[in-house]
């Protein structure tokens, strides 16, 4: 008998999430067309004042990839759970905590990476100044990371029940809304030349507990929900 | 020279006084049963009498609302860890974009392997030989539940939980099963099959566990 160790059961989740990424990479891209959909109707609706936009760009940007995430968020478990594969996951023998984080992981990976790939030109598009630049995506990789383990736990919550979108949103948003103040201040901070290392600070610190603490909370969520 | 008898043996799995609710509704039970290695038993009630949910209450994913589950001798939650449970749901735990055999690779990792087992020869005994790369979507209900028993005889547990095997299967599927169940008893498995009596006839006489509706 060979029952592998954790980190192959991890692996395995990885693998298998990250090449069914892969064979529908059309749908990955949601998120990051939604985003410069959003983001492109401001100038259209604000008029294309290039001082106007730039001195909300920065928080034009963090609400675009907060809501593209949020959009996402409900793939996370929604396709394994009606196939049954999340029954497995949680009749492995291996931590289910372990084997979530592999799977929040991967999501992050497929969902929130590409939007910060795109997210310099969506700065850009806003007249953003360049030297915040480097600010606004060391503030959007730790706040995306943070959304990602926060949005999993209510996403567990929720998975038992039919329609659950409109409660997820309810949920999500009061722990979403403090992680948009800190990145969105650390931008605005940099931008008016404030320093800015403080918020970013609390991100990281934020982002330190959320590691440890959401994939524990999502495998116990999880498992009330599945009842 | 004292002799002395044989100890008697630890059934893998026994059930003492099991009952479920359901928002205060009972499902099934109270219940009482053993199950020795080697065994097979078919569970047998109505639709609604609860035996899907006995099924996902003895492999821990349901918590039962009295009495105890012991597998081989331990309480279950601690014997989980150790790989005796393996369930086979009505949903099949299938991933329709990946093909038959990334599913089991998936398996595998997730679960661990039997010895001697691999993946392309337990294709090749449920008749799925040639169909390895091929998308289980593009598969017939038959054969993804095939994929799916493929996928018993990749893990290591002991006892199998089977929830309707023998649905969606023609009738050299359904001598499948009772092969598969056989050989597994033989090894010193043990299986707890549910059907609501339509058709589930394994070779020789399986034992009954009948479920009815509490009243």
């Known amino acids: ?227 | 020279m004292i002799s002395s008898d044989p100890p008697s043996p630890i059934p893998l799995l026994q059930a003492e006084e099991l009952a479920y609710a359901r928002n205060d509704e009972p499902v099934f039970g109270p219940l009482d049963f053993t199950l020795n290695a080697g065994e097979v038993v078919l569970v047998e009630g109505d639709n609604g009498s609860g035996k899907t949910t006995l099924l996902k209450v003895l492999s821990g994913l349901l918590v039962p609302n009295s009495g105890k589950i012991l597998l081989n001798g331990e309480d279950l939650t601690l014997a989980r860890l150790s790989h005796q449970v393996a369930l086979l749901s009505h949903l099949g735990g299938l991933k329709l974009d990946l093909t038959a055999l990334e599913n089991l690779r998936f398996a595998i990792g997730v679960f661990g392997l039997r010895s001697g087992a691999a993946p392309l020869p337990a294709l090749a005994s449920v008749a799925l030989e040639g169909y390895e790369d091929v998308p289980v979507r593009n598969l017939s209900a038959g054969q993804k539940k095939r994929v799916a028993l493929a996928r018993l005889l990749l893990v290591p547990a002991a006892l199998w939980l089977l929830d309707e095997p023998y649905a969606n299967l023609d009738k050299s599927g359904i001598d499948l099963v009772n092969r598969l169940l056989d050989s597994h008893a033989r090894r010193g498995g043990a299986a707890l099959v549910t059907s609501h009596g339509a058709y589930a006839f394994t070779s020789g006489t399986p034992r009954r566990l009948p479920l009815r509706p509490t009243p």
């Not at chain 1, 594969?85 to 929040?104: D, F, R």
């Open chain 1, 1 to 227: 008998m060979r029952y592998g160790t954790t980190r192959s059961a991890c692996a395995a989740v990885i693998r298998r999430d990250l090449l069914l990424t892969w064979r529908r990479r059309g749908d990955a891209l949601n998120p990051a067309l939604f985003a410069i959909i959003v983001v492109v109707m401001f100038p259209l609706a604000l008029g294309p004042e290039p001082n106007q936009l730039a001195n909300i760009s920065a928080g034009i940007v963090f609400v675009a990839v907060l809501l593209a995430g949020l959009l996402a968020l409900d793939t996370l478990f929604r396709g394994d759970h009606e196939d049954g594969t999340l029954e497995q996951i949680v009749l492995s023998p291996h931590p289910l905590s372990m084997l979530l984080a592999s799977k929040i992981l991967v999501h992050w990976l497929s969902t929130a990476l590409p939007l910060i790939v795109v997210s310099p030109l969506l700065a850009e598009m806003l007249h953003l100044p360049r030297q915040v630049m480097p600010v606004l995506m060391i503030s959007l990789i730790l706040a995306t990371l943070l959304l990602s383990l926060l949005g999993a736990v209510c996403v567990a919550l929720t998975i038992g029940m039919r329609r659950s979108g409109m409660l997820l949103a309810l949920l999500v948003l009061p722990l979403y809304v403090p992680v948009l103040i800190f990145a969105a201040g650390a931008c605005n901070a940099a931008q008016l030349g404030l320093p800015f290392l403080a918020p970013l600070l609390w991100l990281g610190a934020a982002l330190a507990l959320a590691l440890v603490l959401a994939p524990l909370a999502c495998a116990a969520a999880l498992r009330i929900s599945i009842t």
